[in-house]
């Protein structure tokens, strides 16, 4: 069905999402070797298996002594075992010497095991009766109080995939087995439009009906955070050709192109019909059941995704967190766990909030610790008010079918 304007009814979120996931296709992108620490954030282009074991050696997870286990059976505080200290292990240097049955080893927490000790007990567990003797007051198990050669990460093992990010803990395991660098793949490039006859840069005086251009900064910084290289391609006019002509050129030279500007019928229709015009498959959806940016645009060109996002910058935050987002974790060769995309926290709605039927709202909201619970404020504003944003901590989805949230209500934020 068309509405009272001649365009396709607007589509559910879901659907937006599920047509632009359909048709983004992995394109590996250039890789290369980065050293380790200026790796974070970036995504494996490899399998990566270790070149060896970690630890290298048995180590002791706590200060006492190492012995063989069976030495301490039946120990307790009553009857206690009696052992020879017969020699003391240092950090960082090798156990060069074996124990022999009914000896046993100072121990500091992760030095090395001697041989024929297989755990440590505890000091709290000890008792000195003089510097060559001791006194067990409790037994220890094999492998009790030490981590054995290969427990952490064994050699040959698979430590991280192709197509995982790397956060500091894998950094630092890769470090762990002695590797210096990582192969990534190169980050990809977006594609930042502006248009429409209002908008001049911020160093630019204004004239009477003129705004500057806020939202390719913030298109930037989201493209920044979430993997990609921002390439603000600077603002242009309402004009067919012109718009076409850096769009055309774009899709040649990116690998997402996003158009932001004027949320006017015949400025989107103008966007949607150039992408249109551009290639196949063209538009996706034009039109979403979402406030903000009901007028929001999906499509792909020749392989590339192209999106047409309203002008208002509240739109723009959510629209791009709830398409481009995914879209842009596709493109950078990220594998799965679509789960971990954003933090969310549980939170109490601080005031009833209404919603019309018909349209998964977003609602911007502060997050704020009452009493030991976190509660949501909703920011209350027009989609076309960038302080919206810059007082709140994230977003709460309200779906199409409800009327709203009322207070005290449990819900999910989705942060910023």
């Not at 059941?289 to 007028?295: H, S, V």
């Not at 309203?310 to 060769?333: K, Q, Y």
């Not at 209500?409 to 942060?415: A, D, K, N, P, Y």
Request: aromatic residues 6%; charged residues 25%.
């Amino acid at each position: 069905m068309r509405d009272m304007l001649g365009r396709e009814d607007a589509v559910s979120v879901a659907e937006a999402q599920r047509r632009m996931a359909e048709k983004t296709v992995f394109r590996e992108l250039p890789r290369f070797s980065l050293p380790l620490e200026d790796s974070y954030g970036r995504v494996l282009a490899q399998d990566v298996f270790s070149p060896e074991n970690l630890p290298s050696f048995a180590r002791s997870t706590v200060d006492g002594f190492a012995v063989s286990s069976s030495d301490t059976f039946g120990a307790s505080e009553s009857i206690p075992a009696y052992l020879d200290v017969v020699n003391e292990v240092f950090m960082g240097k090798e156990a060069d010497f074996a124990l022999k049955k009914g000896s046993a080893a100072r121990m500091p927490t992760g030095g090395m095991l001697p041989a024929g000790a297989d755990a440590v007990v505890m000091l709290e567990h000890v008792q000195s009766v003089n510097d060559l003797l001791i006194e067990v007051l409790k037994p220890v198990a094999p492998g009790e109080n030490v981590i054995s050669v290969g427990e952490d990460i064994k050699k040959g093992e698979l430590m991280l995939g192709k197509g995982h990010l790397l956060r500091a803990q894998d950094v630092a395991a890769l470090a762990g087995v002695g590797l210096t660098e990582a192969t990534v793949f190169g980050k990809p490039a977006v594609s930042i439009i502006s248009t429409g006859d209002e908008i001049v840069r911020p160093g630019q005086p204004l004239l009477p009906g003129q705004v500057r251009d806020i939202n390719s900064f913030n298109l930037a910084g989201l493209v920044l955070e979430n993997g990609g290289v921002p390439v603000r391609k600077g603002i242009f006019k309402d004009d067919y050709d012109e718009i076409r002509g850096v769009v055309a050129a774009s899709v040649t030279d990116s690998q997402l192109v996003i158009i932001t500007g004027g949320s006017s019928v015949g400025t989107m229709d103008m966007t949607a019909k150039i992408i249109r015009d551009l290639g196949s498959p063209g538009v996706l959806f034009h039109g979403v059941t979402l406030k903000p940016g009901k007028p929001t645009i999906g499509g792909v060109v020749n392989g590339v995704p192209l999106f047409g996002l309203p002008g208002h910058p509240a739109a723009v935050t959510v629209c791009f967190d709830l398409f481009v987002e995914p879209v842009l974790r596709i493109l950078s060769g990220l594998e799965g766990k679509e789960y971990m995309r954003r933090r969310t926290v549980k939170a109490r709605m601080a005031k009833n909030v209404s919603s019309g039927i018909g349209k998964e709202e977003h609602l911007r909201v502060a997050v704020e610790e009452r009493t030991g619970e976190l509660w949501a404020v909703p920011i209350l504003g027009k989609s076309g008010l960038i302080r919206t944003l810059v007082r709140a901590d994230g977003t709460v989805a309200i779906p199409a079918q409800a009327r709203g949230i009322e207070e005290g209500e449990v819900i999910e934020v989705r942060l910023f």
